[in-house]
């Protein structure tokens, strides 16, 4: 008699519980082109610019926008790809931001400066370059001067 109480009991526990939740999941970072428009945007930095100068298949990018300073994220090449475009920037901000390791390069824009981490099949290259009021950094395994490429087409652009 309790083993058919106690299974009655289950079974009705188990018929009027509530469903679990469920599960949550993050949000998937939207990798659609956007269309160029004015000024400093991942628009005008899509992933077929930016994959055709830095020689590297990227299959669409992500925005980030936080005041000054916007960001596009590329999805693709196995490594970290991200072009960063700062407004306002100013000669002393360029030179607060650079890092003890940088490299000068002298005669690119109105002040640039490359970092390269890692080695050989890991490197990570940043090259930075402010011209006027905007900042450019890429960062990417592909070298200095595909960035520096880069660079030069994103101004042109905005």
Same mark, same amino acid.
């Given at each position: ?5 106690? %299974? ?5 526990? %188990?018929?009027?519980? /509530?469903?679990d ?5 993050? =949000?998937?970072? $939207? &990798?659609?082109?956007?269309? =160029? ?13 930016v ?16 005041? %000054?300073?916007? &960001? ?13 475009? &700062? $407004? ?6 360029? %030179? ?17 400066? /490359? ?12 090259v ?6 905007? /900042?450019?950094?890429?960062?990417? =395994?592909?070298?200095?001067? =595909? ?12």
């Open positions: 008699m309790r083993i058919a109480l106690f %299974a009655a009991v289950f079974l009705l526990a %188990a018929c009027t519980s /509530e469903p939740a469920a599960p949550t999941q993050a =949000p998937v970072p $939207t &990798t659609v082109e956007q269309e =160029p428009g004015n000024g400093p945007n991942c628009g005008n930095a899509n992933s077929s610019v994959g055709k100068a830095l020689g590297l298949r990227l299959q669409g990018q992500q925005q980030t926008v936080d005041k %000054a300073v916007t &960001t596009c994220r590329y999805v693709g090449s196995g490594m970290p790809v991200e072009v960063r475009f &700062t $407004t306002g920037a100013t000669a002393a901000t360029f %030179a607060k931001a650079k890092p003890e390791t940088a490299k000068a390069i002298e005669g690119f824009h109105d002040e640039a400066y /490359e970092v390269t981490t890692g080695q050989s099949e890991t490197a990570q290259h940043t930075t370059a402010r011209k006027g009021k905007v /900042e450019i950094q890429v960062v990417s =395994p592909s070298g200095v001067e =595909p960035s520096k490429k880069l660079i030069n087409d994103l101004f042109g652009r905005i």
